[in-house]
């Protein structure tokens, strides 16, 4: 990985926004900025190759049929004004594996699409076989589009999930 990686991320205040700073200080700070979405517009974009998307799922605020916080509410507009080309994007999100099992990170799947829609590179996908969990938008051609972090019923395992991904991100960011 030779470019800065640029890691937007919503809401703010929360586990995200923890979980977005444990990704940053893994990647090297030198090499990663962290940016809340809320405060973002498309052109914010056109200074990173790499960019990693976090979020959490809490399904208070609807957008279309699809679930998400405000931040990355008011943030979807923007994605039709993103140039895709020559970036390349990975995702995480927060869910909680127990009470929302049906919905694990749903919000990560409904981000993903979007992307997958406008033909961006994607990486970082995970596995399904380290979770449990029913059901989940997530899961596109059998696997995570991107990291699951559960910091209410596992937060024993994040930061071993953080540097396994984050390691293999180094390998496939350009
Ligand atoms: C009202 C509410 C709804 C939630 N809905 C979901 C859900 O649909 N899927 C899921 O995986 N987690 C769900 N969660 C769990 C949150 O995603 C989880 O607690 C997350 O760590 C919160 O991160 P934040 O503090 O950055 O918002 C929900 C939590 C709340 C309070």
Known sequence: MKNKVGIFY?????????????????????MADLIPIKNSKAADFDKYKNIILGCSTTGKETWDAERTKPDWDLFRPEFDKINYEGKTFALFGLGDHITYASKFIDTVGFIGKILIRKGAKIVGQVPTSGYKFTDSEAVINNEFIGLPID?????????????EWTAKLKTVFS
């Open 151 to 163: 910091e209410d019923y596992e937060p024993e395992l994040t930061d071993k999930r953080i540097s």
């Open 10 to 30: 919503g809401p703010t205040g929360g586990k995200a926004e923890n979980v977005a700073q444990k990704i940053r200080k893994a990647i090297g700070e030198d």
